[in-house]
């Protein structure tokens, strides 16, 4: 589940779970590629969700990038111990599409995941609607327009309160049928080392500025990323050479 800070994602998961099992907060901070995981049964069904935060800005600067390419690290052994990732659930409130939106589109569909996940959409913040699906056929052309293309919607509310009780039940259902239909759609799964490589190749293009080098890039890792001077050595292979011959392992964090 990814989508840029504020959309609701967190609400999102307590709609699926029809529980708060995840902390509802408004704060903001400059944190990119974190993730939440959290399991729970609806029914039949076992899920295992990653609320992800991605790009706070369409082109991260050298800070955030290394930040995010940590982070990302985090996320692909999650994902690949758990035997895959089959869906991709954007978040994005019913209001205009942002360059934040599209960026955040463009790194989890094509470069996460390759283009060979399907992307569910959630559209968030409906509760003005007197009937949310219509939200979908006003702007249906013009979210395709922009290149964002899903094999399915929900259009929901996270907001319960004694007026939107009714759309609150309507909201779940909607998610839960998006997220059952996608059961069947198998797993994409890579080998972590594989995942991590072809991903920073991918997200060199959104790098603003080019990264130090040698000994100045190992302390900018271990200075701006917490991380270990070990792992740190071994990622700086990684960014140097996008293709060496072992992952990066070792403990990351200091």
């Keep these: 589940m990814f989508g840029q800070t504020g959309v609701g994602k967190s609400s999102i998961v307590n709609l699926i779970a029809g529980a708060p099992v995840a902390e509802v907060s408004a704060d903001v901070n400059g944190c990119t590629m974190s993730s939440t995981e959290y399991q729970f049964t609806v029914g039949s069904h076992q899920f295992r969700i990653w609320d992800t935060v991605g790009l706070a800005e369409p082109v991260l600067g050298v800070n955030g990038y290394l930040s995010a390419i940590v982070k990302s690290l985090w996320l692909i052994r999650k994902v690949a111990s758990a035997g895959g990732v089959n869906l991709l659930l954007f978040c994005m409130p019913g209001s205009r599409i942002t360059n934040t939106a599209q960026s955040n589109y463009r790194l989890f569909h094509e470069m996460f995941c390759e283009k060979q996940v399907p992307v569910g959409l959630v ?126 392992s070792g403990d990351i964090v200091r």
């Design 123 to 248: 559209i968030t913040r409906l509760e003005q609607e007197i009937d949310m699906e219509d939200w979908w056929t006003r702007n249906e052309r013009r979210i395709n327009e922009y290149g964002i293309k899903s094999i399915g919607h929900a259009c929901v509310t996270g907001l319960s309160n004694p007026n939107s009780m009714g759309k609150v039940t309507l909201s779940r259902a909607a998610i839960y049928g998006l997220l059952t239909d996608c059961d069947r759609l198998g797993r994409y799964t890579v080998a972590p080392d594989v995942w991590f490589k072809r991903l920073l190749r991918r997200m060199r293009s959104l790098l603003q500025g080019g990264l130090p080098r040698g000994e100045k890039l190992t302390q900018a890792l271990i200075m701006r990323g917490g991380l270990s001077e070990e792992f740190a050595r071994r990622l700086r292979r990684y960014l140097e050479d996008p293709l060496p011959e072992e992952e990066p």
